[in-house]
T-cell receptor, first 115, second 113 residues
Framework: DQQVKQNSPSLSVQEGRISILNCDYT??????FLWYKKYPAEGPTFLIS?????DKNEDGRFTVFLNKSAKHLSLHIVPSQPGDSAVYFC??????????????FGQGTILTVHP | DGGITQSPKYLFRKEGQNVTLSCEQN?????MYWYRQDPGQGLRLIYY???????QKGDIAEGYSVSREKKESFPLTVTSAQKNPTAFYLC????????????FGDGTRLSIL
């Protein structure tokens, strides 16, 4: 049972344009969401997160949007740069108030930004 | 520089052998985690530890064992009971099990000879 899904295995965009990566979840107990970026043969690097009490969080070129009613979140990268080319993982946690905030990951989306 | 160090980067194991993957952190984090990544899949939790001398099974603990004798160290043993051990293994840590984000090491790729 895949509780966090990234339905697009890959995305290709032109440098300078917007990249939109999508993530859907099924568990209504999830209350914290994160995006990680991963290069081959390296560990994931934390990018940006959002709590379920918000619907938007920005950090420089990266913005995460959360639609709780649709159980959907998205990561927008504007403008996209070739160095953004990597695998992007969406992750969710149902930790708020519980003893353990386990992360559940999506399958990842390979982003390729062409010069 | 503070961080998480996993060693070795590449590891080969003969069938029937146990092998131990190292994970050390100098971030002073209480919580540590082991994940496994297979091609086309997200990260799956093997074991986690909230504090020294304590650890709990994750979603795919069968065939694996861990120890947490020191705060900075959380080694993972892949036993011969693990039927499909070839994978990329990632160690992570966070201030506490309730805190996010988790910070990751660069991983160890384990292959069976």
């Amino acid at each position: 049972d895949q509780q966090v899904k990234q339905n697009s295995p890959s995305l290709s965009v032109q440098e300078g344009r917007i990249s939109i990566l999508n993530c859907d979840y099924t568990n209504s107990m999830f209350d914290y969401f994160l995006w990680y970026k991963k290069y081959p043969a390296e560990g994931p690097t934390f990018l940006i997160s959002i709590s379920s009490i918000k619907d938007k969080n920005e950090d420089g070129r990266f913005t995460v949007f959360l639609n709780k009613s649709a159980k959907h979140l998205s990561l927008h990268i504007v403008p996209s740069q070739p160095g953004d080319s990597a695998v992007y993982f969406c992750a969710a946690s149902a930790g708020g108030g519980t003893s353990y905030g386990k992360l559940t990951f999506g399958q990842g989306t390979i982003l390729t930004v062409h010069p | 520089d503070g961080g998480i160090t996993q060693s070795p980067k590449y590891l080969f194991r003969k069938e029937g052998q146990n092998v131990t993957l190292s994970c050390e952190q100098n971030l002073n984090h209480d919580a540590m985690y082991w994940y496994r990544q297979d091609p086309g899949q997200g990260l799956r939790l093997i074991y986690y530890s909230q504090i020294v001398n304590d650890f709990q099974k994750g979603d795919i603990a069968e065939g694996y064992s861990v120890s947490r004798e020191k705060k900075e160290s959380f080694p993972l043993t892949v036993t011969s009971a693990q039927k499909n051990p070839t994978a990329f293994y990632l160690c992570a840590s966070s201030w506490s099990a309730q805190d996010q984000p988790q910070h990751f090491g660069d991983g160890t790729r384990l292959s069976i000879l």
